[in-house]
C-alpha cells in the first residue's frame, strides 16, 4: 500500500518561504507521478505541482510559476516541495498525492495531470498559513 507522509508546513509572512516534503514507499510500478495538491477554505482542490518518476517531467501550476519548484530525492524517496515568495492566497492545506502508475502509455506530468486529474492517493495534509 502506498503511503505518504507530508511535513512542513507552518505559518509565514507575505513573502517568505517554505519547503514541504513528502516521504512516500509502496509503490509497486516505476512510472508513478507524485506531487502536491492544495485546497483553501471555500474553494475547490487544486494541482499545485508534479513529478514524474520515470523521466523527471514536472507539472506546474500557472498561478505559484516562478514561484514554487518541485524536486526529488530518489535514494531517500522523497518529493520537495519549495515555496518562495509567498502570498497569502497561497494558504491552504497542502496534500501529497500520487498517481500509481503502471500506464500502457507514458505520458510527461504536465500531460498525465490533465489525462488523470485525481490522484490515486493522497496524504494527510499539512496547513500552509500566509500572514499578510
Known amino acids: 500500500e502506498v503511503q505518504l507522509v507530508e511535513s512542513g508546513g507552518g505559518l509565514v509572512q507575505t513573502g517568505g518561504s517554505l519547503r514541504l516534503s513528502c516521504a512516500s514507499s509502496?509503490?509497486?510500478?516505476?512510472?508513478?507521478?507524485i506531487g502536491w495538491f492544495r485546497q483553501a477554505p471555500g474553494k475547490e482542490r487544486e494541482g499545485v505541482s508534479c513529478?514524474?518518476?520515470?523521466?523527471?517531467?514536472?507539472f506546474i501550476a500557472r498561478s505559484v510559476e516562478g514561484r514554487f519548484t518541485i524536486s526529488s530525492d530518489s535514494l531517500q524517496n522523497t518529493v520537495y516541495l519549495q515555496m518562495n515568495n509567498l502570498k497569502p492566497e497561497d494558504t491552504a492545506v497542502y496534500y501529497c498525492?500520487?498517481?500509481?502508475?503502471?500506464?500502457?502509455?507514458?505520458?510527461?506530468?504536465?500531460?498525465?495531470?490533465?489525462?488523470?486529474?485525481?490522484?490515486?492517493?493522497w496524504g494527510q495534509g499539512t496547513q500552509v498559513t500566509v500572514s499578510s
Open positions: 513529478i514524474s518518476s520515470s523521466d523527471g517531467s514536472t
Open positions: 498525492v500520487a498517481w500509481a502508475g503502471g500506464w500502457l502509455v507514458p505520458l510527461p506530468a504536465k500531460d498525465r495531470i490533465r489525462r488523470n486529474p485525481k490522484p490515486d492517493y
Open positions: 509502496g509503490f509497486t510500478f516505476d512510472d508513478y507521478v
